[in-house]
């Protein structure tokens, strides 16, 4: 089954204590992405990948980091997390981000709080 | 920059009522515009696109047309189920690149 598996689903952690997101794609995908969900701004876009070791800053990348060492994987990782990071975090990915955009696969999300 | 505002829910609607949620958009070119649904619990899922002016995009029912004099793409449908309670996200792209620029979403509540 063609999907995008996130992980963990949920976390509570607490200020400064470094985490990561896992993000594994199975559909051969050159294009992935993180977004986070906050209540009345839609999503936001934290960092992309054009393919393995391409990656871009979006629109809201500050207290992020990501790599992209293989195809399947984009891991976001949270340094030292703060507050203002709890989220709904969601990875997507594309077969290509080079034309006209085509579709977006989403998972299913990772629900994060920092305390 | 680009941006796309979305009419602020919740929408509240009967069965087989008519939807619709506006949407408009700003954008500095000829973006390719697309309509994403997020049901409870899950992952958003493309609903429809539409990649140039007049283009009309459809599925499940959903339509919503490509207005560039008027920079709209509003989703309509002409009988809703309870199972389209959902949050809809309409979106933009622009650049190569797949980046999306999401409006705020909207939730539809629909009830029997």
């Known amino acids: 089954e063609a999907q995008v598996t996130q992980n963990p689903r949920y976390l509570i952690t607490v200020t400064g204590k470094k985490l990561t997101v896992t993000c594994s794609q199975n559909?051969?995908?050159?294009?992935m992405s993180w977004y986070r969900q906050d209540p009345g701004l839609g999503l936001r876009q934290i960092y992309y990948?054009?393919?393995?070791?391409?990656?871009d800053k979006g629109d809201v990348p500050e207290g992020y980091k990501v790599s992209r060492k293989e195809k399947r994987n984009f891991p976001l990782i949270l340094e030292s997390p703060s507050p203002n990071q709890t989220s709904l975090y969601f990875c997507?990915?594309?077969?290509?981000?080079?034309?006209?955009?085509?579709?977006?696969?989403f998972g299913e999300g990772s629900r994060l709080t920092v305390l | 920059g680009n941006s796309v505002t979305q009419m602020e829910g919740p929408v509240t609607l009967s069965e087989e009522a008519f939807l619709t949620i506006n949407c408009t958009y700003t954008?500095?070119?000829?973006?390719?515009l697309f309509w994403y649904v997020q049901y409870p619990g899950e992952g958003l899922q493309l609903l429809l696109k539409?990649?140039?002016?007049?283009d009309k995009g459809s599925n499940k029912g959903f339509e919503a047309t490509y207005r560039k004099e008027t920079t709209s793409f509003h989703l309509e449908k002409g009988s809703v189920q309870v199972s389209d309670s959902a949050v809809y996200f309409c979106?933009?792209?622009?650049?190569?690149?797949?980046?999306?620029?999401f409006g705020g979403g909207t939730r539809l509540m629909v009830k029997p």
């Open positions: 559909m051969n995908h050159e294009y």
């Open positions: 990948s054009m393919n393995v070791e391409v990656t």
């Open positions: 997507a990915s594309s077969l290509s981000g080079t034309v006209i955009p085509g579709e977006l696969f």
């Open positions: 539409a990649t140039k002016a007049d």
């Open positions: 954008a500095t070119g000829y973006p390719s």
């Open positions: 979106a933009l792209s622009e650049h190569a690149g797949n980046m999306l620029t």
